[in-house]
């Protein structure tokens, strides 16, 4: 009988892990969900801009945009510190996640990069804020959440209030990425969802590198490289016509 009173014991350990981590997955998908409410849908990231300029124009040169962004932008940038940030917040080291919220904000190279980071940021501490799901202020009344915290400080905090693991979480702010991207092509260029499904599993793999890069690199190793990128961005705030904000 002990031995089956250990053997029940141990199937209800193994199942409440098990909820944690399925709870833990829908807090992620619920997070790089596109009907999540926070209107990442009106900016392109400058991809508006290099339609405009013909350097993106079909399938072929979508995915070559997006795979260098992945491998000069993403693992370089906000992968490696959404990384960092996450392990702040469990620490509960508001001084390092202050710095690399500042960090991140210093590498928007453009007026346009930069708001959509604080504008997306100000929308999920809202939407954070109405499900209660803020930082807790210290004893002392100072809460560890920056003033104008961007989104990648947010998304860290919310991964790590619903006990995603670090690996999972940066996963899915790529894949978030991804999504969007696709999505500002379906509308802007003459893309059919088929060519948009072809890319996603031509760059599914590409994802995993990028993550698989953003943590193996060390502080001094980061830093995004991506001067196309900041070219459209700065082309794009006085493009003529435009369906995106960046």
Known sequence: MPTERATVSGQGAVAGQGRDDDLALLGLLQLVSPAL???????????????????????????????????????RCELPVLARLQ?????????????????????????????????????????????????QSSSGGSSTLPAGAGYVTLFAWTAHARGVSVRQALLGFAWAWLENQLAVACK????????????????????????????????????????????ASALHETQYSRLFRS
């Open 188 to 231: 802007a260029l003459p893309l059919g969802h088929t060519s948009a499904q072809r890319l996603v599993e031509r760059l599914r793999p590409v994802l995993v590198t990028a993550v698989d890069e953003a943590l193996a690199l060390s502080d001094d190793e980061l830093g995004p490289v991506l001067p196309g990128l900041a070219l």
């Open 37 to 75: 409410p926070i209107g990442a849908f009106a900016f392109s990231q400058g991809l508006e801009s290099a339609f405009e300029l013909g350097w993106v124009s079909d399938e072929a040169s979508l995915g070559e945009w997006l795979e260098g962004v992945l491998e000069d932008g993403l693992s």
């Open 87 to 135: 392990s702040a917040w469990a620490a509960g080291d508001g001084e390092a996640v202050a710095e690399w919220d500042r960090w991140l904000a210093a590498n928007r190279e453009t007026a346009e990069l930069a708001a959509e980071d604080s504008r997306l940021g100000a929308s999920l501490a809202r939407l954070l804020g109405s499900l209660d799901l803020l930082p």
